[in-house]
Nanobody, 128 residues
């Protein structure tokens, strides 16, 4: 059964960088697309970024385009989210989630539809 675990969150100053990791227990049978979502207190969940199983398709939310980069290493069952030029409004709990379809493309990932496996989340706090 697929399980996800996020790490890499923390406290950083505005303009700084963090790299989040999402490690899967296994995924050879599920071959999932992986997406990152975030939720700040009192706000709705927001789609941050998505990457297809092969890594050939990626997508980003408008608020992070040009600042965040998603990548994956299937040999390590790990997806990374490199976050640069962080802003206080990036403060949130960040979750990774899996959609079990190797042919999924990330065009509509932000709705969260189809992402059935979620990690526990990692807190990112950006101070001004």
């Amino acid at each position: 059964q697929l399980h996800l675990a996020e790490s890499g969150g923390g406290l950083v100053q505005s303009g700084g960088s963090l790299r989040l990791s999402c490690v899967a227990s296994e995924w050879s049978s599920d071959q999932p697309a992986i997406a990152w979502f975030r939720q700040a207190p009192g706000k709705e969940r927001e789609g941050v970024s998505c990457i297809s199983y092969a890594g050939s398709d990626t997508n980003y939310g408008d608020s992070v385009k040009g600042r965040f980069t998603i990548s994956r290493d299937n040999s390590k069952r790990t997806v990374y989210l490199q976050m640069d030029n962080l802003k206080p409004e990036d403060t949130a709990v960040y979750y990774c989630a899996a959609l079990k379809n190797p042919y999924y493309y990330c065009t509509t990932f932000s709705s969260g539809r189809g992402f059935t496996t979620w990690g526990q989340g990692t807190q990112v706090t950006v101070s001004s």
